[in-house]
């Protein structure tokens, strides 16, 4: 059964870092893209940032430039480094993995990150 937890999320102020990191397991083979989402308080769940297997990247304009997404794909772990926070970003942000051909979508439990005014 594949599973991913996220970890580091937490409470900071405007301007701070965070560093989320997400683990897979329990997929015999390998994953395809991965990345995080997040669900802002009252609105729809929203792209952040994607990796493929080869580290092409894709953000969402609101983070380009702040944020950065890497992977390990030995470990199956794919990180988000967040810079420059804003209250804006503020939201529970969700682990994100396909498998390698794509055609089965997993998805972690969530981790909070609260960025203070």
């Known amino acids: 059964q594949v599973q991913l937890v996220e970890s580091g999320g937490g409470l900071v102020q405007a301007g701070g870092s965070l560093s989320l990191s997400c683990a897979a397991t329990?997929?015999?083979?390998?994953?395809?893209?991965m990345g995080w989402y997040r669900q802002p308080p009252g609105n729809q769940r929203e792209l952040v940032a994607t990796i493929t297997r080869g580290s092409s990247t894709a953000f969402a304009d609101s983070v380009k430039g702040r944020f950065t997404v890497s992977r390990d794909n030995v470990k199956n772990t794919v990180y988000l480094q967040m810079n420059s926070l804003r209250p804006e970003d503020t939201g529970v942000y969700y682990c994100y993995a396909t498998s390698y051909r794509g055609t089965t979508d997993y998805w972690g439990k969530g981790t909070l990150v609260t960025v203070s005014s």
């Open positions: 329990g997929n015999p083979f390998n994953f395809g893209t």
